[in-house]
Structures are given as structure tokens and as C-alpha cells.
């Protein structure tokens, strides 16, 4: 296996680095982020010169932009339209994020990063730099929506895992097919921050 191989799997690590020390060990939402976003981000910069800065801000298929941008933007109204029968404890989510250092004083600022800075670090990593095209489901597929699953098995009744962990990997592939047939970063971007927002603020709103 090539050295660049191996430096990107290990790369791919982080957020499960960071989900493990950030949220189990220390129970802080915004330290596990950092550690996952700090590894990435270096990553990212060392990786810059396989970047075109143009090509990034394109969108060269509007009907599928708009299609998907719609279709992520939902995800929030689905979780809070099933949120008796998703979360463990609705009622209590409140109290669940508050051990995990998100407060009523600083989850603006969490929610506001989370939809911005996230997405375009996870699409770059992910989907444009990790160059696994052409496969049914690839390594940064299954990497990108296995991690989550540390996160979510925190909030969500276990019979929903397997649920939310086809979902992620469905919302992956489809990403990655949007970048590798029409190269549209844009609408990388743009559907991913509408689906980070829209989970957030149907968490806030049953806070």
C-alpha cells in the first residue's frame, strides 16, 4: 500500500478519535469536533495542491442541487416528526446534552459551527480528497457513516441505529456520486450544511 494510502486511512480514523476521547472520555460535544476537525484539517492543507479553488464553488447540475439541497433539508422535520419513537429519552434530551457541554449559553455557537465549518471539512475530506470513486460502496462510505453511529448510539434507541446507519451511508454514496458525475462542490457543501442545520434545529426545538 502506497505511503499517501496509508497516511489517509489513518487520517480516517479521527472522528472515530475524536467521538471516543471528545465524547466518552470527556463528555464535551465541542472537544470531540475539534480533535476530529484538527486531524482532518491538516490533512486537508497538506493535501491543497489536489484542490482547485474555482471548481469548488460550482454547481453544474441545478436540478439535482435543488432536489437534494430540498431532500437534506427535511432531515430534520423527520426526526422530530418521530422523535417518540427515535430518541431514548425525548423528554429528557435536554438534560443528555447538557452532559455533554452543550448549554443553553453556548448551543448557538455550536449549531452555528457545526452547519458551517463542518460540512465543507467533511466534504473535502470525504468526498473530494479521499478519492474512492467508481465502487458501489467504497472505504469513505462506510467510513464517513460508521462513525456516526458513536455519536448517535448516545441519543437514539438501539433498534434505530442500523436505520440511521443506512441512511448515512445512502446520503454518502449519494454525495459522492454528485461530486464524481458532475463535480458540483457547491452542492456538496450547501446539502450538507441544510442537513447538519435542520437535525440541529429540530434537536433545539425539542429542547
Excluded at 460508521?146 to 433498534?159: A, G, Q, R
Aim: with cysteine.
Amino acid at each position: 500500500m502506497k505511503k499517501n494510502n496509508i497516511t489517509k486511512y489513518i487520517v480516517a480514523s479521527a472522528p472515530y478519535l475524536g467521538v471516543l476521547v471528545g465524547m466518552y472520555w470527556f463528555k464535551n460535544a465541542f472537544f470531540a469536533l475539534l480533535i476530529y476537525h484538527f486531524i482532518i484539517l491538516i490533512y486537508i492543507l497538506k493535501k491543497r495542491k489536489h484542490l482547485n479553488i474555482n471548481d469548488l464553488f460550482k454547481i453544474n447540475n441545478k436540478l439535482i442541487f435543488i432536489l437534494f439541497s430540498i431532500t437534506c433539508a427535511l432531515t430534520g422535520l423527520i426526526i422530530y416528526v418521530l422523535k417518540d419513537f427515535i430518541f431514548t429519552h425525548p423528554m429528557e434530551l435536554k438534560t443528555i446534552l447538557q452532559a455533554y457541554g452543550l448549554h443553553q449559553h453556548n448551543i448557538w455557537i455550536f449549531i452555528i459551527y457545526f452547519s458551517t465549518i463542518n460540512p465543507v471539512l467533511e466534504e473535502l475530506f470525504w468526498r473530494i480528497l479521499f478519492n474512492s470513486n467508481n465502487k458501489i460502496i467504497s472505504f469513505s462510505d462506510i467510513g464517513y457513516a460508521s462513525y456516526h453511529i458513536l455519536v448517535v448510539l448516545l441519543f437514539i434507541k438501539p433498534e434505530f441505529v442500523l436505520v440511521t446507519y443506512i441512511g448515512l451511508l445512502i446520503a454518502a454514496r449519494i454525495w459522492r456520486y454528485i461530486y464524481d458525475k458532475y463535480n458540483d462542490s457547491l452542492t456538496l457543501f450547501i446539502s450538507h450544511a441544510l442537513a447538519d442545520l435542520s437535525v440541529m434545529l429540530a434537536v433545539l426545538y425539542l429542547l
